[in-house]
């Protein structure tokens, strides 16, 4: 069972950064597709950004330009480094990993990291 916990959220004014953390435990960290996910009071759940076991990334348009995400294996870790932050960033943001490991099929959650841009 994949264990995924973040951290690095907080407050933070409109245009600055905030760099999130999920650190997994309990599975094959270097297979997973990693990804962030942030959901807005009132709204769905949204892809952020995701990383492939290959690097391959992808980006929610409305975070192109601002937002990274980078993994790093050896620490079963992925990152989200965020900047020119805006009021609309703010969400919960959520840590998923999703992949194949044998037959069993991996889609897990982490508990999820608020972060507030507000002045």
């Known amino acids: 069972q994949v264990q995924l916990v973040e951290s690095g959220g907080g407050l933070v004014q409109p245009g600055g950064s905030l760099r999130l953390s999920c650190a997994a435990s309990?599975?094959?960290?270097?297979?997973?597709?990693m990804g962030w996910y942030r959901q807005a009071p009132g709204k769905q759940r949204e892809l952020v950004a995701s990383i492939t076991s290959g690097l391959s990334t992808n980006y929610a348009d409305s975070v192109k330009g601002r937002f990274t995400i980078s993994r790093d294996n050896a620490k079963n870790t992925v990152y989200l480094q965020m900047n020119s932050l805006k009021p609309e960033d703010t969400a919960v943001y959520y840590c998923?990993?999703?992949?194949?490991?044998?037959?069993?099929?991996?889609?897990?959650w982490g508990q999820g990291t608020k972060d507030t841009v507000s002045s």
């Open positions: 309990g599975g094959i960290f270097s297979i997973y597709t």
């Open positions: 998923n990993a999703r992949g194949l490991q044998g037959i069993t099929r991996i889609d897990n």
